[in-house]
Every structure is written in structure tokens, then in C-alpha cells.
């Protein structure tokens, strides 16, 4: 069965296994939603890069409806025919926003807002 439209992902159930559905997408194969055994779905891209098979997980349903995840499928799907892996993008991107503020700046930015009046009118002496 594939699925079209959002109605079709609602009605996935939960089984006594993990299972994958293919999705139609107008961007062409490897769209698909995995349902675990609690019932939590999630989009998946599944992609060939340098000869091997692989998946990346782009979001979760509800929360990414059926268009965001085609446009997101056919954003992966540009990368992939750029020769370039999206695993590794996302990987990459991921370790930049970890890095992007410690926890050290991140209560001198906050104490900073604090006594500068941001929080509430008239500051707080710091």
C-alpha cells in the first residue's frame, strides 16, 4: 500500500513490530514512514550515496505533516544527486549548534538580559 494522503498516516497503527510504509512523493522514490510498536511515526529518507544504502530520520508525525515532508524528501534528494551525503550534512549541522553557545555563555547571556531591565521593567540591580 502506498500512502497519498494524511488521512492514510493517521490511520497507521501500531503492530507487534516495527514497520516501514512507502510514501508517494511527486519528487520521485524513498520517501517512507516508520511506525514502532508504541505508535511513534517517523519520516524517513532512504537514499543511495557512494554505493551504499542508507536512511535518514527527517522528523516525526505529527509534528511534520505530509507536504513538509515532501519538500523536505525532495531537498535530501537534491543533496544525494549533488553527490553529497545528507547524513553527514546533518551530522555536521548538528555538531555546530552544540557548539554554538556553552553553558558558561549562556548564563552571562541570560544574567546579562536580566540586569539590563530586559526581564521586567526598571531591572534588577546586579
Known sequence: MMITTDRQIQSLKP????YWQSVRSPHGG???IRVSTRGTRSWYVRYRHDGRQDAI?????PGMKLQAA????YEIRQ??????????IQRQQKAANLEAWSMDQL?????????TGGG??????C
Open 30 to 32: 524513498g520517501l517512507a
Open 120 to 125: 521586567r521593567k526598571g531591572g534588577v540591580s
Open 70 to 73: 515532501r519538500d523536505r524528501h
Open 57 to 61: 530520520c527527517i522528523g516525526h508525525y
Open 79 to 88: 543533496l544525494v544527486a549533488d553527490n553529497l551525503d545528507p547524513k553527514r
Open 15 to 18: 503492530g507487534e513490530r516495527v
Open 107 to 115: 548564563f552571562e547571556s541570560y544574567g546579562d538580559f536580566w540586569c
